[in-house]
């Protein structure tokens, strides 16, 4: 079945440190990919996706490339902030599934302190 | 634009009770989802529906039913709770005829077992 392997945190990180997030999945064909921020109390913001093979996904700083050949799809930030403190969730949605249902790692809590 | 709105946000009930949980999608779009998510869990897809019609259905307990009205708002019904239940569960909405493959996620309703 799919499945996605995130790093487990939490990453304590000091500002304007450097971050990465690993995530590898498992999927036939080639599902899309996402990676959703939570902040504390908070719902789930999409913060970058990726359809296709060698695509990056870019937001807010944050970028993530979809590796094909490696099934993976790691966040990374050149220089975190305070406030990019929350947890991150790498996602994908299959190919195969019409009706796109998100499957979910089970999240990494990043701390960025100042 | 407004986004997906979720109420109750907090709810509390007993254990044996129901609970009503309702969501009004993104104006336009016409999918659907219900996702749970455990204390320190990642989010668990529960069932989802396109066009009012059920669409795909994941880890969702018998005690649980679900529905999309024709004003595309959907709620999620949960008879006999018990402790486990006690979850933030989100919806999450996406216009799937449009070919996005993006969900947007609400803020979720916090449901408290006791």
């Known amino acids: 079945g799919n499945s996605v392997t995130q790093m487990e945190g939490p990453v304590t990180l000091s500002e304007e440190a450097f971050l990465t997030i690993n995530c590898t999945y498992t999927?036939?064909?080639?599902?899309?990919l996402f990676w959703y921020v939570q902040y504390p109390g908070e719902g789930l913001q999409l913060l970058l996706k990726?359809?296709?093979?060698?695509d990056k996904g870019s937001n807010k700083g944050f970028e993530a490339t979809y590796r094909k050949e490696t099934t993976s799809f790691h966040l990374e930030k050149g220089s975190v902030q305070v406030s990019d403190s929350a947890v991150y969730f790498c996602?994908?949605?299959?190919?195969?599934?019409?009706?796109?249902?998100?499957?979910f790692g089970a999240g990494t809590q990043v701390v960025v302190t100042p | 634009a407004a986004g997906v709105i979720q109420s109750p946000r907090h709810l509390i009930k007993e254990k044996r009770e129901t609970a009503t949980l309702k969501c009004y999608p993104i104006?336009?779009?016409?999918?659907v989802y219900w996702y749970q998510q455990g204390p320190g869990q990642d989010p668990q897809f529960l069932i989802s529906f396109y066009e009012k019609m059920q669409s795909d259905k994941g880890s969702i307990p018998d005690r649980f039913s679900a529905q999309q009205f024709s004003d595309y708002h959907s709620e999620l019904n949960m008879s006999s709770l018990e402790l486990g239940d006690s979850a933030l569960y989100f919806c999450?909405?996406?216009?799937?005829?449009?070919?996005?493959?993006?969900?947007?996620f609400g803020p979720g309703t916090r449901l408290t077992v006791l």
């Open positions: 104006s336009r779009h016409d999918t």
């Open positions: 990726a359809t296709k093979a060698d």
């Open positions: 999927a036939t064909g080639y599902p899309s």
């Open positions: 999450a909405s996406r216009r799937l005829g449009g070919g996005l493959d993006e969900q947007f």
């Open positions: 996602a994908l949605s299959p190919s195969t599934d019409s009706w796109g249902k998100l499957q």
